[in-house]
């Protein structure tokens, strides 16, 4: 027989179906603030931790396990023995504003990339591209110089999403993609809000709204976490607390892999890091495990080259550059170095800044003195990143499968040795998979023979979320936290 509830117990019921009802938001706890939300635009991870497959949409994207799978494009048909690519686009989609995003868009956003003044920055993930032709609204065909099977994997990239011309010159503080989320405000020094876009053309997210709040000190990162006003930090500072996290039932500690190779990146056209016997120094002069153990309480795998263990072309050359101080204070005095002073810049990053102190001391110990710089991550990329202006420096490079930077000879560190630029083009125009993995083992070992950097270790996704919380991604195939299959259980 049917009843109701009266007096305290309907009160009662109407509450926690309320409190039931309001679990469709999350509030998601990041490091660093990005300097924009244009993809496209900019080369700092925490964009695509913000806009990637939740504002912004490629013509594939990456899954949660590192797979390429379609986005915009529902299918694509490769041509030309892997020199022509006929991209298929989903029917009826729309930008946020309400315009159709169609083959145009994505002419529009290929050429923008790869235009002679773009501010790209993968710009290299463009410039195979001969000519993008819009067969119909829906049918996009793009030809190559030469012949690439990787390229729908480098349409993964949050650089390569596609954009509208009316909205892309706004599109750093009002972006506006296909995603199923929109953008809804940004409070700088403080949060970016997203809401849910009811007009999304694929599955609807279980999450209404999202904001992303800016945290960069370890300790308030905690203290966030504890008094729940974070609901999730998926690249949580403060690994050291993990284990009174985890012992807490009300959170669920989620540690995975990224592709982030953390390095001490060296200016290798900045006298004396010119020379490969004072780079060399450097790298034996640091003992890695102590970094891993004193920075990152434990978490982290060991690397030799600008590679993660995880991908199975992966070569272990951490004995090239094992700790040997006193092989260390030879080889600065085969080069003729003494009395050694360099500027040490450490952007926010917990890896960087506890890192960088550690490090410091092991070049100390072997006679390298430094100058630590805390700076900010905007002015590390102008600094730094664009202005080269730099010696030593500390980052976590996030992007996949990202070893062709070193054929770029004005990228940041300064290489571009012609024979590696010579294997990363063997490597665009080779299928075959056992030989694309003797060329990646070659390109392994030559950036490591040459000592362009010092690697140091692979960052480990450190995160940590209310136990209600599904859907998060547990490893990061790419800088992303996608809330698309993200929900609360009860």
Avoid: C
């Amino acid at each position: 027989m049917p009843y109701r509830l009266t007096g305290p117990a309907a009160a009662l019921a109407l509450m926690t179906g309320a409190a039931f009802a309001q679990q469709d938001t999350i509030t998601i706890g990041m490091v660093l603030e990005p300097p924009g939300l244009d993809p496209t635009a900019g080369a700092a991870a925490a964009i695509d931790e913000v806009v990637y497959a939740n504002i912004f949409e490629g013509l594939t994207r990456f899954g949660p396990d590192g797979a390429v799978r379609p986005a915009l494009a529902e299918s694509w048909e490769v041509e030309d023995g892997a020199k022509a690519y006929v991209f298929h686009l989903r029917e009826g989609v729309t930008f946020h504003d309400g315009t159709a995003m169609d083959g145009e868009d994505v002419k529009f956003s290929l050429d923008r990339a790869r235009a002679e003044d773009s501010a790209n920055a993968q710009k290299a993930l463009f410039a195979g591209i001969e000519n993008v032709e819009v067969v119909d609204p829906l049918t996009v065909k793009v030809t190559l110089t030469a012949a690439d099977g990787n390229f729908p994997f480098n349409m993964a990239w949050g650089d390569a999403v596609i954009v509208a011309p009316e909205s892309i010159d706004s599109a750093a503080t009002t972006p506006i993609g296909t995603g199923p989320f929109r953008f809804v405000t940004w409070v700088q020094g403080d949060r970016v809000e997203i809401g849910r876009n009811d007009a999304y053309w694929g599955e609807a997210p279980a999450l209404s709204a999202a904001t992303f709040r800016f945290i960069s000190d370890p300790t308030a990162a905690f203290a966030a976490v504890m008094a729940e006003d974070v609901n999730a930090f998926p690249n949580f500072p403060a690994p050291e607390t993990l284990p009174q996290l985890a012992a807490d039932p009300r959170f669920r500690v989620i540690v995975g892999s990224t592709e982030g190779e953390t390095i001490l990146a060296m200016n290798n056209k900045q006298p004396p890091l010119d020379d490969l016997r004072v780079r060399e120094a450097i790298a034996h002069a640091i003992n890695r495990q102590d970094i891993i153990d004193g920075a990152m309480f434990g978490y982290g795998t060991p690397i030799g080259t600008h590679f993660a263990p995880h991908n199975p072309d992966y070569e272990d050359l951490t004995s090239l550059s094992a700790y040997d101080p006193e092989k260390s204070k030879a080889l600065l005095a085969e080069a003729g170095v003494s009395d050694l002073k360099l500027r040490l810049a450490l952007p926010p990053p917990t890896y960087a800044r506890r890192g960088g102190e550690i490090i410091a001391a092991q070049l100390a110990a072997v006679g390298i003195q430094t100058e630590i710089t805390n700076v900010e991550w905007a002015q590390w990329l102008e600094q730094v990143f664009k202005g080269k202006d730099f010696d030593l420096t500390i980052v976590s490079h996030t992007e996949p499968m990202d070893i062709n930077i070193y054929a770029r000879p004005e990228y940041y560190f300064q290489y571009g040795k012609p024979d590696f630029v010579a294997l990363m083009d063997e490597l665009t125009a080779t299928s075959d998979p056992a030989e694309r993995s003797a060329i990646l083992r070659e390109a392994q070992e030559m950036i490591a023979g040459d000592y362009v950097n010092a690697y140091l270790f692979q960052l480990a996704k450190t995160g940590v979320a209310n136990a209600k919380i599904e859907g998060l991604w547990e490893n990061s195939p790419t800088q992303a936290n996608d809330l698309t299959a993200v929900h609360w259980v009860e």
